[in-house]
């Protein structure tokens, strides 16, 4: 007997529940949203197991549906991969809240994450990831948009962009340059392994 194909992402007739997989638009823009430079429709297709013609058309889709609603972003292909952005009619909002941020008092996440950068830099994101045990991709955009810290080139083995904090950090913190960081052994848990200290 045939099979009718199921829905978009739904699980096949007689699947149990748990097998239902998120559908093609809702996977591009979840993956969309964690990205941090634009990707390409090859490497999506190729994560999502479809063909590129049926991405490239989602894509196209997805930004012509946010320009007809209005949204507040945009996605837009650019640098050979496709990426949300806020739109250009929204600039003056982005960036007056960008610009008072600047005078907001750092959350938790974002003390923690620039002390990781300070104290191990240049570091790629996943490093501060991995020392602070969550994802912190986020928190690095905003310390970007702050002005606290800055990319400093690539690593040569991995090529992941790396980071260091910036003259604004020291004029904030009123240092002269990075030698004036306090140690940081005096702050840590005596249990503290040996390679979080050391900076390995």
Known sequence: MTETPAPDGAAPAG???????????????AILLVVDEPVGEITLAQLLERPRHEIAATLRELSAEYTAQGRGFDLREAAGGWRFYTRDVCAPVVERFVTDGQQARLTQAALETLAVVAYRQPVSRARVSAV???????VMRTLTLRGLIEEAGQDTETQAHLYRTTGYF???????????LPELAPF?????????????
């Open 132 to 138: 602070r045990g969550v994802n912190s991709d986020g």
């Open 170 to 180: 020291l004029e904030r913190l009123g240092l002269r340059s990075l030698d004036e």
């Open 188 to 200: 840590l848990p005596d249990d503290l392994p040996d390679d979080i200290i050391e900076g390995t």
């Open 15 to 29: 699947a149990p529940p748990d097998a239902a997989l998120p559908g093609l638009r809702a996977s591009v823009e």
